[in-house]
Structure formats: structure tokens, C-alpha cells
């Protein structure tokens, strides 16, 4: 059977693994997105509090993937919790950094002028501070994304859902007939959907980042 | 200048958004200090200032002598440390900043117009956070941006980036005076802008202050810029510290020490020039004669006025050409070919400044003086303009000599009372 008979006969099983793969790293980059940023705008303004919660993040980042989701077994078993939760913390790192540049990287100028016109803590970040650094973070979310579509894949080792069951699947019988599709056709989709997201995300970039601080494009 | 406007004044800072413009309202501060924590010196050390009502007030001093902190504690994006802030006699000092700041108009250095939001989205700001209605919000921003001078349809939808600097600065104005504020605080606004785009910003703000009579503090370290738009000028110096707070022409005229006449820098009576204009000094009427005259009657004209010369005007009345006695003979009669071309005209709001530049550059030391339509009102020459400036200088020594006598006296008598230990009230004349 070649690879294409392979698509042809398993694509089923194959489209609710690429569904599930991309609905797992999608629930999981809303859940660091959310939690990343709220970090960094509560982190920015303290020199040793953004340092501290960049290195942490960072950190996380250094424990290889297989090891994360071994660790989390015996704590939160088998299945979706661990999962979820390695996707999110490997997830942070990117969005937290960057958050965190780009609120710093707002002209202080700015920020003095909306508190000069009347503009109060909450008003400031929502209306000013956010907003002026949404494009790095949208940049960190991107990253993210690409990063957690690998790492998605690893779940599969603790029975979680995605492409990774597939690529797992094809390494546990290497040498019989359809390893290699196997292999192939999980690493393939995850190639795809990471593809799919990125375009995603330069439309939402268009939406999403107001005409006067997009890169010049008018 | 002080005006009868204090109710108005208070009611402003009291919260009301009237329907007619808000005045501007006085601003005292009472011995004023900041002292950041880890510095022996406080930055600005006990500044007091009492500004009227519908003042423009100039705040100069050199860089790091505190006159931006003295300006940002007024709306209290620095806490002071010490002393009280009254504005329109309501005392600030304690009130939620947040509320404070939106009765406060603030414009700064680059205009600090926020680059992700519309020029429109801009200047609504302030209303909005106010809690104005929609329809008025959206009447007030082309109001705003045609008070200053931009066309609202035009200029509407843009982006900041969009915009030249002077524009730009000109949106930051109109967001600062959106919401009606009685106090409009104006931090070095123009100092980012080239030289004529700053000229006109200085000339618009003139104007617009006309109309609007706000109380404004502005900050500068360019000393020329503060002659140019101070009803009052105070120099700073170091830590704040008030080395004079008097009119322009009484600081260029009587700088009050060593440090003042530093700043004022040289040429106090070039400097002078500015703060007149021509119309404040004597315009002669000259012969003149109008291009459809017959020949005759210019010729006769010429003799028999005392002067040497006339001047010979166009069908509406605007000075066209110079004639010399010769110069008819000359040119055989023909009025085209005869006589000098007027190439420079003032006109009657122009300064004396721009006058003896005319006159230094006119071949003959005089200038024509035009009305609003370019038409003939009368010349302006050498002479004039001498005695006119040694006129306003005496004036202006005498004036500050009387301030002096006048402060030194009342200082005598207080000391006197002092020493007598009398209750100063009953010795009073």
C-alpha cells in the first residue's frame, strides 16, 4: 500500500486526529494567551517581577516534552489533564516574554499623556498600553502555536488526543507495511494544521491591529 | 489678562460642562515642593505663584531647573510633597487625580496623540471618558479640529502617522481642549517641530487664546518663544526657584539680576521690538497718487509736495511704485518705466521687529504700511521707528522704576511697622 492508498483508506481516522490535534493546541494557546498575558501585565512595571516570571517561563521551556508529560502522569494520570497542561505551560514562555517587551515598549510619553488626559489604571492598559503592544504579543502567540503543534504530537505518549497517536502508532510497529505511512502521515498533518494556524493568524493580524501602528502596508 | 471670569472659573473646575465656553479659572500654588525621596535638594522647592484667571503664563528656565515638574504637579502626574494646589479657589491637592486631570487640558512635546487610534478617536477621548452624548461628542471633534484650522473632513479619519508634526501637534491642542477645560497645561508643545511650523503653532495659539481666554501654563526653555506668548513670564531657576515673575516687557526691560539678563540673553531691545506692533507707533501720511491720475496732476503733485518723492498707488488703492522728482522726466512721461517698484509692505499687526527690517532693507529707510486688503494706509520710516522705540523703552524703564519704588516702599513701611510694632491695619493711609 502506498501512501496515498494509506490516506485514501484511513483518512477518517486521520481527519479526527488533525481535528482533535488542532482543537487541543487551539483550547491550550487561549488558555496560556489569557493567562500569559494577564502575567505580563501584571509583571511589567517591576524590573525583578518581569525578569522573574520570564525566567520561569523560560525554564519550563528547558524540560524536554517526553519528561514534562511522564512527570505529569502519576500526578493527573493518563489522557487529557496532562495534555493540557504541558501545552499550556510550554505555551506561556513566548506570549509572557513578549508581552512583557511590549508593554515595556510603549513610549513613555504616551502613557504620560493618557494619564495627563484623565485616563485611569485600567483605562491606560485597555485603551493604550494593550493595544500598542498587541502586535508583539500576537507575534508570541504565533510562536507559541508553531512550537505547541510539535509538542502535541508527544501527548500521545500519555494517551492524549491528536496526529501524535498516529506518528507513536507508526514507531511502535516499525517494519511492518504501514509504519512509514503512518509516521509520514502524522508528521504531514501536523505540517498542515501548523500552516493553516499561521495563515489564521496573519488575518487575524489584519483585524485585529488598528491601520495607524501596522507595519507600513497602506 | 485678568478678566471677570473667576465664577466661571470655579463653576469649571466645579464640573460643569457648560453649554457656553469655559473660561479659564486662576491657579495658586502655595508653597509648592517636590522632594524625591534619596536627594538631598528638593527639585522644586516651595513655589509660590498666584496666576489670574484667563492668563497665558510662561514658565522658562534652563533644562533640569524643575519647570516641567512645577507644571506636571499642577495636575498631578507628580505628586508634590508639600504645599497646596488652588485652582479656581477650589483646593486640588487632595482630589482624585483621575478626575482632576480631565478638567485639565494637557498637551505635550511630540503631541503624544496615540498612533492606533483615529485623529477623531483622539480628541473624543477626554468627552467620552466624561460621559458626553454621542452626537454632541461627534459635533464637538469638528468643532475642534476647525478651531484648529484643519479641515474636518479631511483630516477626520487619518492616523497620527498620517499627519506632519505640526499637524499632529495642532490635533494634540484640539484633543487637550476637547472637554472645555478652564486650565490648558502645555508642556514644551512645540519644541519637536521646525522653526516655521513653530511660528505659526505659536501664532494659532495666540490667536485661539483670543478666543478662548483659558487659563494656560506653558513650559518652554526657549526665551524668545516665552516673549513671544507670555501674558506674564516667570524664569526659573534651579530647583524652581522664581527669579522673576513680571510681563515681558518688564523682565526685557528690567531684568531683576545677573541670572535673568543671562537668559534674556543679548539683544533685550531687538527682543523689544517684538512685543510692538505697527500699529502702536505714529504712521505718516505720505503724497500719493493713483496710476488713472493724468500726468499733469502728478507732475504738479510732485512739486509741490515737500517731499521729494510720492507714491503712486494702483486702481485699488494698493502702493505700486516710488516716483522721484526725476524719474517722470526721465522715463518720458511714461509711468510704466518710471520710478521703483514697492516691494515691501507691513502691515499694522505686523512687529516692530518685522517694520526696521523692512526699513533696514529699503533703499530709502521707509516702509509702507498696508491695511487688511493690501490697500495704502500710510509709511513707517527710520525716524519714526527710532523715536518710537526710545519712547517705549523710557516708557518701559519708568514703568518698572515705578514697580520698584512702589515694592521697595511697601517693604519699608512693612518693616517700619515691624519695628514700631504697630497692627499694620490702623497706620494705613
Known sequence: MNFWEYLGSRHQQLLIDAYQHASAVFQCMVVATVVGVVIGVVTYRSEWAGNLATTTTSTILTIPSLAMIGLLIPIVGLGVPPTVIALTLYGLLPIVRNAIVGLRGVDPSLVDAAKGIGMSRLARLARVELPLAWPPILTGIRVSTQMLMGIAAIAAYASGPGLGNEIFRGIASLGSKNALNQVLAGTLGIIVLALLFDAAYVLVGRLTIPRGIRARDD | ?429
Open chain 2, 1 to 429: 489678562m485678568p478678566e471677570t471670569t473667576e465664577v466661571a472659573g470655579v463653576s469649571g473646575v466645579a464640573g460643569v460642562g457648560a453649554k457656553g465656553a469655559v473660561f479659564g479659572a486662576a491657579i495658586e500654588l502655595e508653597n509648592l515642593t517636590k522632594h524625591y525621596p534619596g536627594s538631598s535638594a528638593p527639585a522644586v522647592d516651595s513655589v509660590n505663584m498666584q496666576i489670574d484667571a484667563g492668563e497665558l503664563v510662561v514658565f522658562v528656565g534652563p533644562s533640569g531647573c524643575g519647570k516641567s515638574t512645577t507644571l506636571k504637579m499642577i495636575n498631578r502626574l507628580i505628586e508634590p510633597t508639600g504645599g497646596r494646589i488652588r485652582i479656581g479657589g477650589e483646593d486640588v491637592t487632595d482630589m482624585d487625580p483621575v478626575k482632576l486631570r480631565r478638567k485639565i487640558g494637557y498637551a505635550i512635546q511630540a503631541s503624544g496623540l496615540f498612533p492606533h487610534m483615529t485623529v477623531a478617536q483622539n480628541i473624543a477621548l477626554v468627552p467620552k471618558m466624561v460621559g458626553w452624548e454621542k452626537g454632541r461628542i461627534r459635533a464637538r471633534v469638528e468643532e475642534m479640529l476647525d478651531l484648529v484650522g484643519l479641515d474636518a473632513g479631511e483630516f477626520h479619519g487619518r492616523y497620527p502617522r498620517q499627519l506632519s508634526g505640526g499637524q499632529q501637534q495642532r490635533v494634540g491642542v484640539a484633543r487637550a481642549l476637547a472637554a472645555d477645560p478652564p486650565v490648558l497645561l502645555m508642556d514644551e508643545p512645540f519644541g519637536a517641530v521646525d522653526p516655521i511650523t513653530r511660528d505659526h503653532l505659536q501664532d494659532e495659539l495666540i490667536r485661539l487664546q483670543h478666543e478662548l481666554h483659558k487659563t494656560i501654563v506653558f513650559v518652554t526653555h526657549d526665551f524668545d518663544e516665552a516673549i513671544k506668548l507670555g501674558d506674564r513670564i516667570a524664569v526659573l531657576r534651579e530647583r524652581s526657584h522664581i527669579a522673576q515673575f513680571d510681563t515681558p516687557e518688564a523682565i526685557l526691560t528690567n531684568p531683576a539680576d545677573d541670572f535673568v539678563s543671562g537668559f534674556v540673553g543679548a539683544g533685550a531691545a531687538l527682543k523689544r521690538l517684538n512685543l510692538s506692533r505697527v500699529r502702536d507707533v505714529e504712521i505718516t501720511g505720505y503724497p500719493t497718487v493713483i496710476v488713472d491720475d493724468p500726468l499733469q496732476e502728478i507732475f504738479n503733485k510732485l512739486k509741490s509736495s515737500g517731499t521729494n518723492e510720492i507714491l503712486l498707488l494702483d486702481r485699488r488703492g494698493r502702493p505700486y511704485k516710488w516716483l522721484r522728482r526725476g524719474d517722470l522726466m526721465r522715463a518720458r512721461g511714461s509711468l510704466a518705466r518710471a520710478g521703483t517698484l514697492v516691494h515691501d509692505t507691513v502691515t499694522r499687526d505686523a512687529t516692530l521687529r518685522d517694520a526696521l527690517e523692512a526699513v533696514l532693507t529699503d533703499n530709502a529707510g521707509r516702509v509702507v504700511v498696508t491695511g487688511r486688503r493690501g490697500e495704502y494706509t500710510g509709511v513707517v520710516d527710520m525716524e519714526t521707528l527710532m523715536n518710537s522705540v526710545h519712547e517705549l523703552l523710557e516708557a518701559d524703564r519708568l514703568d518698572a522704576l515705578e514697580h520698584q519704588h512702589e515694592l521697595e516702599e511697601t517693604r519699608a513701611e512693612q518693616t517700619r511697622h515691624e519695628q514700631e510694632g504697630v497692627d499694620g491695619g490702623e497706620a494705613k493711609a
